[in-house]
C-alpha cells in the first residue's frame, strides 16, 4: 500500500497541470530555438554558395592576370605593352593615324515623358473644343 501511495504521488505530480504547462512551454521554447537556427542555416548556405562563385570569379580573374603577366614579361609582351598603352614607335618606322568615323548617323529621338505625354494630349483636347 505504501508503495501504491508513492507511486501515486508521483503520477500526481508528473500529471498535473502545472508540470504539463511547464513542460509545454519548453517544447514551445526549444521549437522556437530550432527553428532559428534552421533559418540560419539556410542563410549560411545560401552565403556558402556566394561565397564559391566569388571564389570561382577570383581565382579566373587571377589567372587570367598571371597570363597576362607572363606575357608582359617577354621582350616581345614589354614592345607590345608599350606601343599599346604610350603610342610609341621604334626607329625607322611610320605612324599611320586614321581616324574612324561612323558611316551611318542616327538619329535618336528624344522619349517624351510622361507630363509631356498628357500636356500634348490635352493641347488637343482644347484645341478641338477652341474650333
Request: no cysteine.
Given at each position: 500500500m505504501k508503495e501504491y501511495r508513492q507511486n501515486f504521488f508521483w503520477r500526481r505530480i508528473i500529471y498535473s497541470y502545472w508540470n504539463i504547462f511547464i513542460l509545454g512551454l519548453i517544447i514551445i521554447f526549444l521549437a522556437q530555438k530550432i527553428f532559428i537556427i534552421y533559418q540560419k542555416y539556410f542563410?549560411?548556405?545560401?552565403?556558402?554558395?556566394?561565397?564559391?562563385?566569388?571564389?570561382?570569379?577570383?581565382?579566373?580573374?587571377?589567372?587570367?592576370s598571371i597570363s597576362k603577366l607572363d606575357n608582359i614579361n617577354s621582350p616581345r609582351g614589354i614592345e607590345e605593352y608599350l606601343r599599346r598603352t604610350y603610342s610609341v614607335k621604334k626607329e625607322g618606322e611610320g605612324v599611320l593615324i586614321i581616324y574612324d568615323t561612323p558611316t551611318v548617323t542616327y538619329n535618336i529621338s528624344k522619349q517624351k515623358t510622361l507630363v509631356e505625354e498628357f500636356k500634348e494630349w490635352y493641347n488637343d483636347i482644347t484645341e478641338k473644343f477652341k474650333k
Open positions: 542563410f549560411t548556405k545560401e552565403k556558402l554558395e556566394l561565397v564559391k562563385r566569388e571564389e570561382k570569379k577570383i581565382s579566373l580573374t587571377e589567372s587570367l
